[in-house]
Structures are given as structure tokens and as C-alpha cells.
């Protein structure tokens, strides 16, 4: 048998979706499929980690149900779920809906007259409390976050210096989260072009990547021409990065399209529809990894690269 593949795992961008990430892990943790190499974009970054800190399932959970439960991150994201018209049956439930609805139109406003909406402590401050002063080199597992930089629409990869000021980076939203401003850059969540991050664990080193890619929600209503530009906008992404994972050698999509990406309150839904899709791909990831091993795969990419290099 060939040796084993270097392994990375690309862990997608999806917000609250991205809690699915630990029923990914879990599976593949109890398959005995462990990464060599994991890097994250955005909500992906935080997972990853927590992972390439410890890849214990349970001690992965836990850590992220005490970093959604954070009070002030809790209810600065609850204004952003909208709320189901068929709940507000009751007095209080009704003015409750009002309180939202209103919440929800400031923030719309804000969002397009002031540079973002919230002070970075309400995330780096979350972050602090997760992780504390690591750094990316303490990491037994190389981990890399990925953000963008508005300037030059260039990936940010960090994989050195302070845990929490990469995952920072990742994570911050444009609007909502001050950007990073270092060396020219103005440095924000990496969500929109580099929504899974399979060219950075190639990059590392990885022989063998595993994308985990979170489906964008899906709106069904358009009432305004800024619903309208922001679902043409996720179209594009959405096409651009099936070109990404296409990339990948393996690909798990949990399928939890009907959350929203700030209703954290769905995190135990989300985190059992990646168990059951890794459970439902794990026969196929261990034949195509068996696979890999088999001296007669490096044989035919050798004769492959032969070919090729003789068309040149």
C-alpha cells in the first residue's frame, strides 16, 4: 500500500448553518478520518480551531455551545432572524414581533449610513473568552483562517501570530464588524469569494482535501429592490463556489438551508444534520480514501502526468 494521504479539511463560512461543522467532525473523529492540515473561513475558522486545538467531538460542543450562549452575542444576532407571523398569536408575542421588526429596520438603516454597526469588542470579546491568548503555532493541528482584503480582493491567510486576532479577521462581517486595517488592507469575513477554503489547504500541503460546505440560505421573498440585488449577489457566490468545492476531492453539504444564518438557537439542528450527512457520505469518503492509498492510483496519475507532459 501507497502511504496515506495528507489530509485537510475546509470548513465553510455559514454562520449559525456553520454549527453543522461539529456533526462533521464527529463522524469523521469516530471513523478514525482525522485531519493533518484544517482551515476555516468565518464561522468554518472558529470550528476549525477548536478542532486543531482538540479534536474531541464532545469537548468541540461544548465549547461552542458556551460561545453561542455568550449573552451579549446571543441577542445582538436574535434581531436578524425574522420571526414566523403565525407565532405572534398572543398580546405580548405581538408587540415582542413589533419590537423586532423595528430592530431589524434600524439595523437596515445603520448598515447604510455608518462604515458597520458594532463595536469589534462584541466579537472579540466572545473570541477572547474561547480561546484566550493562543496563537496559531500552539495548534497541534496546522489550522489557517481565511478572510478577504477589500483592496486588492486577495485572500488573508493567517496561520501565525495571535488565535484570536486571525479569527477575528475571518469572521468579521463587512457592515456589521469594524475591518482589520493592517499594511494597506482592509481586511473582512472571508464569506464571499473564499466561502470554503480548498485552495488554502492544498496550499499547506494537503493531498486529500474535504470540503465542508454549508448551503447559503434561501430566501423566498423579494419585497424590495434590495432583496432583490442581495439574492442576485448570492447567486454569484453560490456560483463561484461550486467551482471552488469542485476543487475538493470529497464534499459534505449538510443540508440546512431553512435556518438562518443568525439564528443561533437552531445550533443542536444544525450540528445533527452534519452527523447525518457525514454518516450518509462515509461509505463513499472511506472507499475513495482506500482508494487513494492503492499503488495502482499513483501508478495511473504517474502514467497521467507522463501523458501530459508528452502533449505539451
Not at 480551531?49 to 441577542?75: E, R, T
Not at 493531498?207 to 454569484?236: K, Q
Request: aromatic content about 8%; some cysteine.
Amino acid at each position: 500500500m501507497a502511504k496515506k494521504p495528507k489530509i485537510g479539511i475546509a470548513l465553510g463560512s455559514g454562520g449559525a448553518r456553520g454549527l453543522a461543522h461539529a456533526g462533521v467532525l464527529q463522524v469523521l473523529e469516530e471513523a478514525g478520518i482525522r485531519a493533518d492540515i484544517v482551515a476555516g473561513t468565518s464561522m468554518g475558522s472558529i470550528v476549525g480551531a477548536l478542532y486543531a486545538q482538540s479534536p474531541d467531538p464532545d469537548w468541540i460542543w461544548d465549547k461552542l455551545k458556551i460561545y453561542v450562549s455568550n449573552k451579549d452575542f446571543a441577542d445582538y444576532w436574535a434581531p436578524f432572524v425574522p420571526k414566523d407571523e403565525m407565532e405572534a398569536q398572543s398580546t405580548q408575542a405581538r408587540l415582542s414581533g413589533v419590537f423586532d421588526f423595528m430592530q431589524r429596520k434600524m439595523i437596515a438603516v445603520k448598515t447604510v449610513t455608518r462604515p458597520w454597526i458594532q463595536e469589534r469588542e462584541k466579537l472579540l470579546n466572545p473570541l477572547g473568552a474561547a480561546f484566550g491568548p493562543l496563537r496559531f503555532e500552539d495548534l497541534p493541528i496546522p489550522m489557517a483562517a481565511v478572510a478577504l482584503d477589500l483592496v486588492s480582493g486577495r485572500p488573508v491567510v493567517a496561520t501565525s501570530g495571535p488565535l484570536v486576532e486571525g479569527l477575528y479577521a475571518s469572521c468579521a462581517i463587512p457592515a456589521v464588524f469594524p475591518p482589520v486595517r493592517r499594511d494597506g488592507m482592509i481586511i473582512v469575513d472571508g464569506g464571499g469569494p473564499f466561502r470554503v477554503p480548498v485552495e488554502t489547504c492544498r496550499a499547506l500541503g494537503a493531498d486529500f482535501v474535504i470540503a465542508v460546505d454549508i448551503p447559503a440560505f434561501e430566501e423566498s421573498t423579494f419585497n424590495t429592490g434590495l432583496d432583490m440585488i442581495l439574492r442576485s449577489n448570492t447567486i454569484a457566490r453560490q456560483r463561484l463556489n461550486e467551482f471552488v468545492c469542485a476543487q475538493a476531492d470529497f464534499v459534505i453539504r449538510p443540508q440546512v438551508t431553512e435556518f438562518h444564518w443568525a439564528d443561533f438557537g437552531a445550533g443542536d439542528a444544525c450540528r445533527a444534520r452534519g452527523l447525518a450527512e457525514a454518516r450518509k457520505e462515509l461509505k463513499h469518503l472511506r472507499g475513495l480514501l482506500r482508494w487513494r492509498r492503492n499503488p495502482r492510483y499513483h501508478m495511473k496519475m504517474k502514467v497521467k502526468r507522463l501523458l501530459r507532459m508528452h502533449l505539451d
